[in-house]
């Protein structure tokens, strides 16, 4: 059996945070910015674990 690079729980968590991003920035359900999420990532071609990090990234930034 070949073992993900990184655990499951770890890739969800990152998501999980750019979905709290969306949530509040855009006001949108749980689903919905999941949803978003995964809508940017096949509009863009940017993996989503690459747009997740960069989500909560230019948050951080933004915030500073």
Do not use: H, Y
């Not at 890739?11 to 999941?34: D, I, K, P, Q, Y």
């Amino acid at each position: 059996m070949v073992e993900p690079r990184e655990p499951l729980c770890a890739n969800e968590a990152r998501v999980a945070a750019a979905a709290g991003v969306v949530m509040e920035a855009l006001g949108l359900s749980a689903g919905g910015a999941f949803e978003w999420i995964m809508d940017g990532s096949s509009l863009t071609g940017i993996p989503v674990l690459d747009l997740a990090d960069l989500v909560v990234r230019e948050a951080g930034r933004s915030a500073a």
